[in-house]
């Protein structure tokens, strides 16, 4: 039976940065220490996560629109901790920027940042569908 | 021994899940702060892993009731919370918690934790009945 590191894929969306000096959209080695080299249970996890990940951030439109920061706040929160167990910093920081802004209430805040953290979101997923991809070929 | 989880991410709380019962622990797993009360009366856990930040309640809600249960407040709570910041300090203190893990939980310190609940169950002297 091949060891975990044989089905490594080489997919570059799941490594490098998009530009210069951003930090990566996922962190592979994170991925896998996190799952202790399981890449069963992290296709478990990457397919509950693309499942969950549209909800959260309607649930974060849901505060807006409803004038309810705490909802905000939790689907943020929670964005923020799945991501990083995959490693995702840029959109674990982004989440956590919304966060903040729903804490203080601040909802107009809130609505400017949430195009980034969908745009985050969105590459995660992308870069996680693909290291799925290539774990499969 | 039974471990009831207490985890609103369904990532962490899948990832958590698959960790423990691998180690061999019975685990119940719950969303919502209040559905963790409930299943922990229904039948009490030899341990609670408790998310502090959850729909349906807080974790310091949570722990506040455990604290007034005859019940419960004696089972062994670890809080699982995105930031380990000088409140959460405070709270897990002042409600005996046992340890703190920040997400995502580092799963060989969760070990050890857990391992050290489980000796002490398994020292713990069987309750014999009288002549």
């Known amino acids: 039976m091949p060891s975990p590191s044989e089905h490594r894929p080489s997919s570059a969306a799941a490594t490098v940065s998009p530009g210069s000096g951003e930090a990566p959209i996922l962190d592979l080695e994170a991925m896998l220490a996190t799952v202790q080299q399981d890449l069963g249970l992290l296709r478990e996890l990457v397919e509950i996560f693309l499942a969950e990940s549209p909800g959260l951030l309607a649930q974060i439109r849901s505060g807006i629109r409803e004038r309810k920061p705490e909802t905000a706040e939790r689907g943020a929160h929670t964005l923020k901790g799945s991501v990083g167990n995959f490693g995702a910093r840029r959109a674990a920081e982004a989440a956590r920027a919304v966060e903040d802004a729903a804490r203080e209430h601040h909802l107009d805040r809130v609505q400017e940042l949430l195009p980034a953290l969908e745009t985050e979101i969105s590459q995660v997923c992308q870069a996680l569908s693909e290291y799925l991809r290539g774990v499969a070929s | ?131």
């Open chain 2, 1 to 131: 021994m039974n471990i009831l989880l207490a985890e609103d991410d369904r990532v962490e709380s899948r990832l958590l899940e698959k960790h423990l019962k691998g180690r061999g622990f019975q685990v119940r797993t719950v969303f919502e702060a209040d559905s963790a009360w409930t299943a922990a009366e229904q039948d009490p856990p030899d341990v609670i892993l408790l998310d502090l930040q959850m729909p349906g309640g807080t974790g310091l809600g949570f722990l506040k009731k455990r604290g007034a249960s005859p019940r419960l407040r004696t089972v062994p709570v670890v809080v699982i919370t995105a930031v380990k910041d000088g409140l959460v300090l405070r709270m897990t203190e002042q409600h005996d918690v046992l340890s703190v893990f920040t997400k995502p939980v580092d799963l060989i310190l969760l070990d050890v934790t857990l391992e050290s609940v489980r000796s002490r169950i398994v020292s713990r002297p069987a309750v014999r009945p009288g002549p």
